[in-house]
T-cell receptor
């Protein structure tokens, strides 16, 4: 069974610091990886997608993928209180068979 | 702007009743998905569809069914609602298999 593992947190980070979120996956056939942000009572919204080994940067966000270690991470630089949310890591096998989600990490940015 | 909508946003029903949750997208996406989200379990896939007339079972499909008669809609039916189906249900769509999925606002279903 495909699994995606995340530390549930809460992860508390001071405002302005770097928040580091991590995720591991079990299916070596996974091809695409996504980070979603979910505010309480709202639907998941895409933050980053990554398909190749290495780093991908978008503004304050950097996604990192290491397929050999089956590891995905998300770095948030200059963390803001508005970044406080649950972050969901998801993996796809490449087919249109849905995403496998981790249970999410609850991030709290302390002003 | 293209979007994905769900209705109703909140629903309370009784055990044993049939319930249908609607999902409508204007992205013209081929792929549509239904997930449920529960505390302690995260998001779990119920059913998905590659296109018109195509449906497939996901991880937690027992007690649910879907049908795809057009590109825009994928209604989710609970044949005989059970208390264990109390959850938040999200519909999502994507253009291609490995593409980003975009989520609807969700439906909170309570089965009494």
């Amino acid at each position: 069974q495909k699994e995606v593992e995340q530390n549930s947190g809460p992860l508390s980070v001071p405002e302005g610091a770097i928040a580091s979120l991590n995720c591991t996956y079990s299916d070596r056939g996974s091809q695409s990886f996504f980070w979603y942000r979910q505010y309480s009572g709202k639907s998941p919204e895409l933050i980053m997608s990554i398909y190749s080994n290495g780093d991908k940067e978008d503004g304050r966000f950097t996604a990192q993928l290491n397929k050999a270690s089956q590891y995905v991470s998300l770095l948030i630089r200059d963390s803001q209180p508005s970044d406080s949310a649950t972050y969901l890591c998801a993996a796809s096998g490449g087919g249109a068979d849905g995403l496998t989600f981790g249970k999410g990490t609850h991030l709290i940015i302390q002003p | 702007d293209a979007e994905i909508t769900q209705s109703p946003r909140h629903k309370i029903t009784e055990t044993g009743r049939q319930v249908t949750l609607a999902c409508h997208q204007t992205w013209n996406h081929n792929n549509m998905f239904w997930y449920r989200q529960d505390l302690g379990h995260g998001l779990r896939l119920i059913h998905y569809s590659y296109g018109v007339q195509d449906t497939n079972k996901g991880e937690v499909s027992d007690g649910y069914s879907v049908s795809r008669s057009n590109t825009e809609d994928l209604p989710l039916t609970l044949e005989s609602a059970a208390s264990s189906q109390t959850s938040v249900y999200f519909c999502a769509s994507s253009l291609g298999g490995a593409d980003t999925q975009y989520f609807g606002p969700g439906t909170r279903l309570t089965v009494l």
